[in-house]
């Protein structure tokens, strides 16, 4: 079964830190594009993180820059995300999702179920 499973969200303080972590099963993660995504209440889903295949390049939303982390460890089919310097505005639901590298139009992303941070003192 294809699927995604993030851990490690909670309730952390305003300037804590807090790693997420992606663990897919089913497919074979250094075949996929890997991307984070959070979503606020009552706002649209937004892109926070982007890495290539083998970690050799990242991208980062313009809020999250220089506080937060993606990385991949291929080996253990696993996608993390750290998050530094937190703020009460990273507060959201953090999917994370695969898009296979060269797949025609169509082919189908996986995306996890999702895990919930809350920043709040």
């Known amino acids: 079964q294809v699927q995604l499973v993030e851990s490690g969200g909670g309730l952390v303080q305003p300037g804590e830190s807090l790693r997420l972590s992606c663990e897919a099963s089913?497919?074979?993660?250094?075949?996929?594009?890997m991307r984070w995504y959070r979503q606020a209440p009552g706002k649209e889903r937004e892109l926070v993180g982007t890495i290539t295949m083998f970690g050799s390049a990242t991208d980062y939303a313009d809020s999250v820059k220089g506080r937060f982390t993606v990385s991949r460890d291929n080996a253990k089919n696993t996608l993390y995300l750290q998050m530094n310097s937190l703020k009460p505005e990273d507060t959201a639901v953090y999917y994370c999702n695969a898009r296979r590298v060269g797949a025609a139009p169509g082919y189908p992303e996986v995306w996890g179920q999702g895990t919930l941070v809350t920043v709040s003192s």
């Open positions: 089913g497919f074979t993660l250094s075949r996929y594009t």
